[in-house]
């Protein structure tokens, strides 16, 4: 998985309680984008980087929020989960030139009862 | 407002078989577009990608063709595989920005 991890790679947590997932990446890639994939829906954006501190809006940012304090983590938190962000999440790095050519992480499958 | 129209949503091809996935886009200002293919339980993978200047672009059993003036692109599978059994998403990219992903397609080849 081009030197992407994230954790957990599993958690359930309940409604209402805050959540925080995390991507690290040892390629030195400056781009880190964080989707969310659920059926019928295909891959979906919700944050993304484009260096250490600086981060924008996907197609489905409310209610998630991010950060960057370092080029190898980027940080995806819930502030208070609700059962609508019940979904797999992936991370992906890319280089700035190759925004086309990203490299996905293994995902955490996140439930929210 | 989806930007990438995928289809089918579902595909079963016989072994051996020509596997063909076609994606629509709107947006003339894309200018990258790439195919990715994930197996259950993984992160998707880049496959194969094309520019628009180019009309077709093969990499073993996979090709892409390109049709600029309908802006729609597809994949092709060549001597379909068991093994190529997966969910392929076509994307588009627009200079140093984000990638716009079609909803999917899984493809089931039967032995």
């Known amino acids: 998985d081009a030197g992407i991890t994230q954790s957990p790679r599993h958690k359930v947590t309940e409604t209402g309680t805050p959540v925080t997932l995390r991507c690290h990446q040892t390629e030195n890639h400056r781009y880190m984008y964080w989707y969310r994939q659920d059926p019928g829906h295909g891959l979906r954006l919700i944050h993304y980087s484009y260096g250490v501190k600086d981060t924008d809006k996907g197609e489905v940012s409310d209610g998630y929020s991010v950060s960057r304090s370092k080029t190898e983590d980027f940080l995806l938190t819930l502030e208070s989960a609700t059962s609508s962000q019940t979904s797999v999440y992936f991370c992906?790095?890319?280089?700035?030139?190759?925004?086309?050519?990203?490299?996905f992480g293994p995902g955490t499958r996140l439930t929210v009862t | 407002q989806q930007q990438v129209k995928q289809s089918p949503q579902s595909l079963i091809v016989q072994k051996g078989g020509i596997s063909i996935i076609n994606c629509a886009y709107e947006?003339?200002?894309?200018?990258?577009f790439p195919w990715y293919q994930q197996f259950p339980g993984k992160g998707p993978a880049l496959l194969i990608a094309?520019?628009?200047?180019?009309s077709e672009k093969k990499e073993g059993r996979f090709t892409i063709s390109f049709n600029k003036s309908a802006k729609q692109f597809s994949l092709h599978i060549m001597d379909s595989q068991p093994g190529d059994s997966a969910t392929y998403f076509c994307?588009?990219?627009?200079?140093?920005?984000?990638?716009?992903f079609g909803k999917g397609t899984m493809l089931l080849v039967s032995p």
């Open positions: 094309i520019r628009p200047d180019v």
């Open positions: 947006n003339t200002a894309f200018d990258y």
């Open positions: 992906a790095i890319s280089d700035r030139v190759k925004v086309y050519e990203q490299y």
């Open positions: 994307a588009a990219s627009k200079g140093y920005s984000t990638l716009t």
